[in-house]
């Protein structure tokens, strides 16, 4: 059973247009992380969340964390070819480890 | 700073042999170093929980003797694919968790490509 469900699972856009990303789980984790992985390299984190209901932004990302704590989600604004990735989110609970997502591929074309 | 490497970056080994690869903290002391495996297009999949100076923990399904892990140091985890078989190939991922075990920061080195021919 996947504990953590992310959607779409692949999503090809034109650069200038917006996106959201979804990271769904019957769980309810300590804080949710967001990583943007290229092609042959490792994930980068992007952004942590730990209160639930709370909203970071990161330039044009807004990543917001359900009031529950249950689910996450990603926006992009206006999106770039650069932005082009596997976007994973990851759920932790307490200090153990990160449980991740089956990932979002996001293709942007020029 | 909080930088991970992984060497080798890409490796090519033959059916029957054994492949070591290596994880390393370079700016910061790692107690605890987490092994991932990634086939391609999909997430990561943790292999086993590495504890310096103590056995690693390993998921279900993963097994223990032909993957060997060792922590000897705060800054090095290797992880060895014994008598490696085509399934085995993947992409392998460390990642290391700087300082005490209350932090749930963790940091990902960049990947080595398993190719077992």
């Known amino acids: 059973t996947q504990l953590l469900e992310q959607s779409p699972q692949f999503l090809s856009i034109q650069e200038g247009e917006n996106l959201t990303v979804y990271c769904n789980s019957s769980?309810?984790?300590?804080?949710l992380q967001w990583y943007r992985q290229e092609p042959g390299e490792g994930p980068v984190l992007l952004v942590t969340v730990v209160t639930g209901g709370e909203v970071k932004k990161l330039k044009r990302l807004t990543f917001q964390f359900g009031d529950a704590r249950k689910d996450s989600s990603l926006h992009i604004t206006a999106a770039q070819p650069g932005d082009t990735g596997l976007y994973l989110c990851a759920g932790v609970k307490g200090y153990s480890t990160l449980t991740f997502g089956k990932g979002t591929m996001l293709l942007v074309s020029p | 700073g909080a930088v991970v490497s992984q060497h080798p970056s890409r490796v090519i080994c033959k059916s029957g042999t054994s492949v070591k690869i290596e994880c390393r903290s370079l700016d910061f002391q790692a107690t605890t170093m987490f092994w991932y495996r990634q086939f391609p297009k999909k997430s990561l999949m943790l292999m086993a929980t590495s504890n310096e100076g103590s056995k690693a923990t390993y998921e279900q399904g993963v097994e223990k003797d032909k993957f060997l892990i060792n922590h000897a140091s705060l800054t090095l985890s290797t992880l060895t694919v014994t008598s490696a078989h085509p399934e085995d190939s993947s992409f392998y991922i460390c990642?290391?968790?700087?300082?005490?075990?209350?932090?749930?920061?963790?940091?990902f080195g960049p990947g080595t490509r398993l190719t077992v021919t």
């Open positions: 769980s309810v984790f300590s804080s």
């Open positions: 990642s290391a968790r700087p300082g005490t075990a209350d932090t749930y920061e963790q940091y």
